[in-house]
């Protein structure tokens, strides 16, 4: 009996190694974030592995994601991570919205909840872990970036409006 679980839980493992998600490479650089905003080379180099491949129109997917149920897992990680934030169409968005997502951004870093704990379990993407430091410099510059906004655009220009 234990025998016949086995091979049909095999065999169904081998059939849903063809049942793949969509690939997350839509690309597009109209209305990223450094279209209009300034994004320096420290604060990039941050963004890139911690943040961009669950928040961008590019991910960079590692061996594991060509296995299944883990590449369901990460093609729904990431559709979620798009919804909360997108900085590939970043710009494409009311002023508004831009502040409002810098506000996250500080509030999501300084409390370690992005990245999430599970994107770095097992060592896996090492480079995403953040330091005090990191998370210090990404947290100013999303700062200096609100700052920006607010001195730019009128106050109630910044308000979220309300579904």
Not at 61 to 89: D, R, T
Not at 102 to 120: A, G, N, Q
Request: hydrophobic share 45%; charged share 20%.
């Amino acid at each position: 009996m234990i025998k016949k679980i086995l091979i049909a839980l095999a065999i169904v493992l081998v059939l849903i190694q063809f049942i793949r998600p969509a690939k997350n490479d839509a690309g597009g650089v109209a209305y990223s974030m450094p279209t209009g905003y300034n994004v320096p080379p420290e604060v990039n180099v941050i963004l890139k592995p911690a943040c961009l491949d669950c928040h961008s129109n590019v991910t960079h997917y590692p061996w594991y994601s060509n296995i299944q149920p883990a590449a369901w897992f990460l093609a729904n990680h990431v559709k979620e991570g798009k919804e909360h934030l997108n900085f590939s169409e970043f710009t494409n968005r009311r002023i508004a919205y831009q502040h409002h997502k810098f506000e996250e951004i500080v509030e999501m870093v300084k409390e370690k909840e992005m990245p999430l704990p599970s994107y770095t379990w097992f060592g896996l993407h090492p480079d995403a872990k953040l330091t005090d430091a990191e998370r210090e410099t990404l947290i100013i510059w999303a700062q200096s970036q609100m700052a920006m906004i607010a001195a730019k655009y009128p106050a109630d220009s910044l308000v979220m409006r309300r579904k």
